[in-house]
Nanobody, 127 residues
């Protein structure tokens, strides 16, 4: 059984930073694309970025324009985990943040491509 567990959420002031982690079990995620999404109150689930496996130890990362330059996705294969570092946080970044594992090594920006999801972790940014 594949499980993804996010951690690291919490309350942060505007301009601050947070790092979220997503630990996987039941699947070695190093050869699968992994994505991060978020869902704010009253909003649809929003794609943030995805890291795709390009073979051997090579990965690529693609970001949504809304977070490019502020958010960084990186893997920790030794821990079978993927992380997202979020800088310069704004109140509009307040949301539940989810990690997800794609069905293939090539990530997409559509939630439909992802077959396993974590339970989410709340991030609240105060002004």
């Amino acid at each position: 059984q594949v499980q993804l567990v996010e951690s690291g959420g919490g309350l942060v002031q505007a301009g601050g930073s947070l790092r979220l982690s997503c630990a996987a079990s039941g699947r070695t995620i190093s050869s699968y694309a992994m994505g991060w999404f978020r869902q704010g109150p009253g909003k649809e689930r929003e794609f943030l970025g995805t890291t795709s496996w390009r073979g051997w130890n090579s990965y690529s990362v693609d970001y949504a324009d809304s977070v490019k330059g502020r958010f960084t996705i990186f893997r920790d294969n030794a821990k079978n985990a993927v992380n997202i570092r979020m800088n310069s946080l704004k109140p509009e970044d307040t949301a539940v943040y989810y990690c997800a594992s794609d069905r293939s090594s090539n990530g997409a920006n559509s939630a439909r491509d992802y077959v396993y999801w974590g339970q989410g972790t709340q991030v609240t940014v105060s002004s």
